[in-house]
């Protein structure tokens, strides 16, 4: 019998690529995504799809019923910004959402292993020692990071309570193919379609403000790794949490200049004042993940931002939304052949 994932957020950025990845490799696969900030179209065909949101009744019936092997929970509400607007909005599905799907793992009994979509550069915060590793003290600035912190602290506290197979990834600024314009590393999304409409791009500040910025198919892979290792007791809220990055620090104006070079038309690049409150330097420590995940980032951003660059550039020419879009960290994938455009749905299934 085939294992089965649960992947919320499955029609989103990084969640349609940990789709593709678990049924590329022999897993039944179910979303549940609300289509809030994802799209039909990233759906794979031969998943099973719930449009529903993960805070409801109804979610956490399906995590309760479903004999899950695995549950890789994505489906966020991941705009700082409208974090710092709406709190409590950002805190009834960052974290009462998270809440609802780890009651329902409890209530099934069943022996899921639960892997939670953590950040990196968002719970740290300005100050920390760079790179920065799993264990250093974590310092949220926005609503944001304080939610995806807290959800952490449960995870612990499901683990070591209620025995539960809990594992958190802290992902630093995630770019690829099928990239929003709102997520953390959304950057590469805006000047990639900047360049395409031959607009110029406008950096905030002297552009000297640094990222890590790791490929979308080398996060979908630790997913995957993260469900085969034996769990270290979670003494702490860092004990299961792994970075996924790069440890390579890159600017503003280095990702900009990079981006235009990939361009057959190059456009201006522009400073604005800089915006209030952003975090300086980012850049997080992945060693703990190679040493106990046998995870190591596969794509060199230079390589990587081509890729992605490529992607939303046969999109403007009317491709479909998959076509090229395999994250594969090897290069090797074969998602993107398994959906049609027209069909690049999975089958949707009553709530
Ligand atoms: N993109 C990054 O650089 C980055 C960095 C660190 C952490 N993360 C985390 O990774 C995860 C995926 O991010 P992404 O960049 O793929 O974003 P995304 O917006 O593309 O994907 C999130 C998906 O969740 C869905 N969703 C939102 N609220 C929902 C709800 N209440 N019920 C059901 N579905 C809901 C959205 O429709 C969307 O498809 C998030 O948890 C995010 O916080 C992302």
């Given amino acids: 019998m085939s294992k089965r994932a649960l992947v919320t957020g499955g029609a989103g950025f990084i969640g349609s690529h940990v789709a593709d990845l678990f049924l590329d490799n022999g897993y039944e696969v179910v979303i549940i995504d609300d289509l809030s900030n994802g799209d039909r179209e990233n759906l794979p065909a031969r998943a099973t799809f719930h449009e529903m949101d993960v805070g409801s009744p109804q979610a956490a019936a399906i995590v309760e019923q479903g004999r899950f092997d695995v549950i890789c929970h994505l489906a966020?509400?991941?705009?700082?910004?409208?974090?710092?607007?709406?709190?409590?909005?950002?805190?009834r599905v960052n974290v009462l959402a998270s809440l609802n799907l780890l009651e329902a793992v409890k209530r099934s009994g069943a022996k899921t292993r639960f892997i939670f979509a953590s950040t990196g550069g968002a719970i740290y915060g300005d100050g920390a020692p760079l790179p920065s590793p799993e264990n250093v003290v974590k310092n949220p600035q926005s609503p944001y990071g304080i939610a995806k912190l807290s959800v952490e602290h449960y995870l612990a506290y499901f683990a070591n309570v209620h025995q539960m197979q809990t594992v958190a990834l802290r992902f630093a600024n995630v770019y690829g193919p099928r990239q929003g314009l709102h997520g953390e590393a959304g950057v590469v999304a805006i000047f990639s379609k900047r360049i395409l409409a031959g607009q110029p791009l406008m950096i905030f500040g002297d552009g000297t403000q640094t990222r890590d910025y790791v490929f979308v198919g080398d996060v979908a892979r630790a997913h995957l790794l993260a469900t085969t290792i034996d769990l270290p007791?979670?003494?702490?809220?860092?004990?299961?949490?792994?970075?996924?990055?790069?440890?390579?620090?890159?600017?503003?104006?280095?990702?900009?200049?990079?981006?235009?070079?990939?361009?057959?038309?190059p456009v201006p690049i522009e400073h604005a004042?800089?915006?209030?409150?952003?975090?300086?330097?980012?850049?997080?420590?992945?060693?703990?993940?190679?040493?106990?995940?046998?995870?190591?980032?596969?794509?060199?951003?230079?390589d990587g931002l081509a890729r992605t660059y490529q992607w939303f550039s046969e999109r403007a020419e009317g491709a479909p939304r998959d076509a090229g879009a395999s994250a594969s960290a090897s290069g090797a994938g074969a998602s993107a052949s398994d959906r049609s455009s027209a069909a690049g749905r999975a089958e949707s299934a009553a709530p």
Avoid: C, Y
């Fill in 273 to 302: 004042p800089p915006r209030a409150g952003e975090q300086h330097r980012s850049v997080v420590d992945w060693s703990k993940a190679r040493r106990v995940l046998g995870w190591e980032p596969r794509v060199a951003v230079r």
């Fill in 76 to 91: 966020a509400q991941l705009d700082v910004r409208k974090s710092v607007a709406d709190p409590m909005f950002d805190a």
């Fill in 233 to 265: 007791k979670a003494t702490d809220i860092d004990a299961r949490a792994f970075n996924l990055g790069t440890a390579v620090e890159t600017d503003v104006n280095e990702l900009a200049r990079t981006l235009v070079a990939s361009a057959a038309s």
